[in-house]
């Protein structure tokens, strides 16, 4: 029987991944510090520059653990998404909610400037940018459910989705054209991606919604399975349609919207890691799917992250173009090699 | 306890469509458990309409359907989950579910809030693996199955939900000769075995005939219902399809192409 039981190994080996991809994560960075001084201070120990204790508590661990929330968060609700619509390549984007969050951070970063003439705004910076960015994928994500209510077809809605991505990005262009170089300049940097740029109160709040998403998503596990058979079949075995596709949107709603909100577009992880997953994992079962789905993403965006840092240098890659560079392949690879990507 | 209790199955004066536009009317049957009934009719008739009404996919637009002693629109999901089961015409959205996988969804109505499997669960799995001879292709994904096989999935799926009343749409489409027999051969087996009543529409009508303990013949005007024999004798199968084309032998029962 394929019950979690049967994948105890593989979820050890993956446990086991994430803590080095942690380690690895934790130990590289712009500054150079020893990496038996960072085991050092991550013991509790005493090190030779006072500084490198203060940069591994206050800037790495912090960042290392947005990095676990963003890329598990991100593949988790690229999991949800394909399962919802029941096509390999649905992910965070396709209901328009990282449109809608770039909407949100576009209106703020650069119609601010524009009607005003004024960016007085930079000094509440860090939150204004969230709120805004999460007001903006929660619209888009109110009127796709509203949407919802009242189409069942799901490939209807998927369409709409991605319409409303086509619409969202318009008016960030028409924006973009008219907004100046400054305001621009701060929408682009935005739109990389960064996951080391959250205070420590902006990871708790992303800490909880995450949370909040897993929850809503390991009380899904029911209807999602059934949703691999399709919505009449999951209809005929007691699964409210409407309620449990409610939840599930609501789920990867908060997980895109909260994560793109604080940490930019980052592309390909809810896309890619569900695949990478079954690789590993093979089967559909979303009580292992949805742990190992969280993990893989988070495995993922550590090693992505210390990538982008360019170890030993103070150059910091944006970390949407290590994920892109990362992730495209992997959609190429499982295409070619695969014939076909199953899901 | 009267007939009428018995029946597990009983529908009265009822019409089916789609909002305003009305596909049949005038259909009444009613039968007991552990019965295979077919539904035959010409395309369009209605037969699958009828079937997503009875599986509550769709609303009825007059008349009444009971299923037991209850109406079925005063089931709850739950309730109808664990009363009737069903095969569609669609594939599977998923086809990297596993054999095993797929019926064990099967037993979703009955399992706690994660969908963890009981030793009771296990043993219905096992023994719908048993019937329809899946045993060996049990690790086998849905894409790697053929037509048949992948039938032969779907009705052990419905058994293993263990509902008294099992609804199927078309099961032998796609079929070989072979294949159609095995499937149909298997639901009458299930029925009569397990004592579930079957329900099916098909375009199979001389198999039917042989293999179906009732007809429901919609033709569009006094949609008759009863034994396949007693239906031969009323005549009732030469107005299934206008006569200028093929022609209903009551000898052997079967249709021939009038030349």
Same mark, same amino acid.
Request: net charge positive.
């Given at each position: ?88 390549? /649905? ?9 809608? /969050? ?27 940018? /969230? ?77 909880? $919604? ?15 399975? /059934? ?62 799917? $949805? ?53 | ?115 963890? =499997? ?26 790697? =199955? ?30 070989? =000769? ?32 042989? =293999? ?48």
């Amino acid at each position: 029987m394929n019950s979690p039981r049967s994948y105890r190994i593989a979820f050890v080996m993956i446990l086991i991944a994430l803590f080095f991809a942690w380690l690895l994560n934790v130990s590289s960075g712009s500054v150079s510090i020893p990496f038996f001084s960072t085991l050092a201070t991550l013991f509790g120990q005493n090190v030779e520059v006072d500084s490198w204790q203060y940069i591994i508590w206050n800037y790495r661990i912090p960042k290392a653990f947005t990095s676990i929330l963003v890329g598990g968060g991100l593949s988790l609700s690229g999991l949800l998404m394909q399962t919802l619509f029941r096509n390999p390549l /649905a992910g965070p984007f396709v209901l328009g909610i990282s449109s809608g /969050a770039s909407l949100g951070a576009a209106l703020l970063l650069m119609g601010t400037s524009l009607l005003t003439g004024v960016t007085s705004l930079a000094f509440f910076q860090d939150i204004s940018l /969230a709120v805004a960015a999460s007001v903006g994928s929660f619209l888009v994500l109110m009127v796709v459910i509203g949407v919802a209510q009242r189409i069942k077809d799901t490939m209807a809605l998927l369409i709409i989705g991605l319409m409303f991505g086509s619409i969202t990005s318009a008016l960030v262009s028409i924006l973009a054209y008219f907004s100046n170089a400054e305001s621009l300049q701060r929408f682009i940097f935005w739109s990389f991606g960064s996951v080391g740029n959250l205070s420590t109160l902006q990871v708790y709040i992303l800490a909880g $919604i995450v949370f909040l998403g897993i929850v809503l998503s390991v009380l899904s596990i029911k209807p999602l399975n /059934a949703y691999l058979l399709g919505e009449n079949y999951a209809q005929s075995l007691g699964v409210s349609i409407r309620k449990s596709r409610f939840v599930i949107i609501i789920a990867t709603g908060l997980l895109a919207g909260g994560i793109t909100a604080f940490a930019g577009p980052i592309a390909f992880i809810g896309l890619a890691v569900p695949h990478l997953t079954r690789q590993i994992f093979d089967t559909m079962e979303h009580r292992v799917l $949805i742990p190992a789905v969280f993990l893989y993403g988070a495995i993922l965006m550590l090693l992505c992250d210390t990538l982008a840092q360019l170890p030993n240098s103070a150059q910091v890659l944006p970390i949407n173009v290590l994920t892109s560079l990362v992730g495209a392949p992997v959609v190429i690879w499982l295409l070619v090699r695969k014939r076909k990507m199953i899901f | 306890m009267s007939q009428q209790e018995n029946h597990i199955i009983s529908v009265k004066e009822l019409s089916i469509g789609y909002g305003s536009k009305k596909v049949a009317e005038n259909i009444n049957f009613s039968m007991e458990s552990g019965i295979l009934c077919g539904i035959v009719g010409i395309n369009g008739i209605g037969k699958s309409t009828l079937l997503r009404t009875l599986g509550a996919f769709q609303p009825k637009l007059q008349g009444s359907i009971n299923m037991g002693h209850l109406a079925l629109e005063d089931h709850s999901a739950s309730e109808l989950s664990k009363k009737i089961s069903v095969v569609l015409t669609e594939q599977p959205a998923s086809k990297n579910l596993t054999v095993q996988e797929l019926i064990a969804l099967g037993r979703q109505p009955h399992t706690n809030w994660m969908g963890s =499997l009981t030793h009771q669960d296990k043993r219905h799995i096992h023994e719908s693996l048993n019937t329809f001879m899946l045993d060996e292709l049990r690790q086998r994904k849905c894409h790697e =199955l053929s037509d048949g096989q992948l039938q032969r999935v779907f009705i052990a799926r419905a058994m293993a939900q263990d509902t008294p009343i099992i609804l199927l749409d078309e099961p032998t489409t796609h079929l070989d =000769l072979y294949h159609k027999v095995q499937i149909l051969r298997l639901l009458q087996q299930l029925a009569h075995q397990k004592q579930k009543t079957i329900v099916f529409t098909t375009h199979e009508i001389d198999l039917a005939i042989q =293999l179906c303990d009732k007809i429901l013949i919609l033709d569009g005007v006094e949609n008759p219902f009863g034994d396949p024999c007693e239906l031969i004798d009323q005549k009732r199968f030469e107005k299934i399809f206008p006569s200028e084309m093929v022609k209903f032998d009551s000898k052997t029962g079967s249709f021939k192409i009038n030349r």
